[in-house]
């Protein structure tokens, strides 16, 4: 079984920034890809960005030019680096991880920006 261990959520004031890291416990593991989701209260869940083992990455028109997402292969760690916040960035972010056989899910960090 796959762990993801998720940190870095928090407040912050409109156009500040944060970052998010999503480690996965098992040293053997091999994501063809990881990625972050988020979900809105009242909202489905979406993705947010996503990157391939081969570093091809993949974002939300929304996030375009103020998120990048990174990876370190050797660490089994994605990160998802946040600039310029909006209020409508608000949601619980969930780590993704895709295995050979099952997707796995981070427990989800809560991200409040306030106006």
């Known amino acids: 079984q796959v762990q993801l261990v998720e940190s870095g959520g928090g407040l912050v004031q409109a156009g500040g920034s944060l970052r998010l890291s999503c480690a996965a416990s098992?040293?053997?593991?091999?994501?063809?890809?990881m990625g972050w989701y988020r979900q809105a209260p009242g909202k489905q869940r979406e993705l947010v960005a996503a990157i391939t083992r081969g570093g091809s990455t993949n974002y939300a028109d929304s996030v375009k030019g103020r998120f990048t997402i990174s990876r370190d292969n050797a660490k089994n760690t994605v990160y998802l680096q946040m600039n310029s916040l909006k209020p409508e960035d608000t949601a619980v972010y969930y780590c993704?991880?895709?295995?050979?056989?099952?997707?796995?899910w981070g427990q989800g960090t809560q991200v409040t920006v306030s106006s």
């Open positions: 993704n991880a895709k295995g050979a056989l099952q997707n796995y």
């Open positions: 098992r040293s053997n593991f091999v994501a063809t890809a």
